[in-house]
């Protein structure tokens, strides 16, 4: 058997304001080579003010539904906001309720980045600083979108310049709608994921200060599996090997 038939398959869903490629395709290139199945999913919102944490949620269903109805077990990976929409795709898919009803694949867990847990009712906002914006924030409210300014520093300051240019050519102000919903359902913390959530810190954030991370995590009513990285809020672009390297830690520590 083959190391990728052996692994999980990685679906990688990247936070807001930023496209899939090129801000995760190094990521993706080393999960591959290590081994892993691996894709990298764009949300709906960047760029789309009509769409909403729910349309989120859809497409990252989409994305890893097919493998698991496929019979594959799948491990989700959700940066910054996408902790939003992923709390409410994984309800119901945890790979310990499939195999208790005689089905097969499931999520075997979900790893957040830096990102968002939410609580009952919270949206991105509410969650944010006490319901205030960042000051990297633009909000263009009569638009119903969200800009960034100062970029390179808060997302970007251990990355290297030539890809980072080129992720700055593909950021895109985000929905306002996403930022003012709650998801669907608190997934995240049903019970099938004991043992199967985990939380990777970013010690250097400058977009989702440390204090913030950590406040989710402790707020949260559910045990994780922390890890850190010291990095800036985009490790997977700033040290995608050894990203790859924590993760499959990770992914032995669901198995266990």
């Known amino acids: ?30 999960l591959k080579a290590a081994g892993f199945e691996a894709e990298a999913h764009g949300l709906t919102t960047p760029g789309h003010p009509e769409n909403g944490v729910n ?25 910054s906001y996408a902790g939003f929409p992923g709390c409410g795709a994984v309800s119901g ?5 499939r195999e208790a009803r005689g089905e097969k694949g499931g999520l075997l867990g979900v790893v957040y980045i830096a990102a968002f847990v939410p609580q009952e009712a919270d949206s991105t906002v509410s969650a944010m600083l006490g319901g205030g914006w960042a000051p990297w924030h633009v909000p263009r409210l009569e638009e119903g979108i969200v800009g960034t300014q100062n970029e390179v520093e808060t997302f970007y300051s251990d990355c290297d ?13 985000h929905s306002l709608k996403a930022f003012s919903e709650p998801p669907s359902a608190l997934g995240i913390k049903e019970a099938g994921y004991n043992g199967r959530r985990a ?11 440390l ?23 985009s490790p997977f672009l700033a040290v995608p090997d050894e990203t790859v390297k924590l993760l499959a ?8």
Not at 161 to 173: D, F, G, Q, S, Y
Not at 199 to 209: G, H, M, S, T, V
Not at 211 to 233: C, L, R, Y
């Open 55 to 79: 349309d989120d949620e859809k497409m990252m269903r989409d994305a890893f539904v097919p493998h698991i109805e496929a019979g594959k077990d799948v491990v989700l990976l959700v940066h």
């Open 211 to 233: 204090p913030a991370q950590d406040a989710f995590v402790q707020n949260s009513g559910v045990e994780w599996i922390v890890k850190s990285m010291d990095t800036s809020h």
């Open 199 to 209: 939380y990777i810190r970013c010690l250097q954030d400058k977009a989702l200060p």
């Open 161 to 173: 310049p030539a890809e980072v240019a080129e992720i700055l050519k593909t950021v895109k102000p």
């Open 249 to 256: 830690g990770i992914i032995e520590e669901f198995k266990a």
């Open 1 to 30: 058997m083959s190391p990728s038939a052996e692994r999980p398959t990685i679906i990688a869903c990247p936070g807001a304001f930023h496209d899939a490629s090129p801000y995760m395709s190094s990521f993706i290139k080393s």
């Open 93 to 97: 898919y945890d790979k310990k309720g």
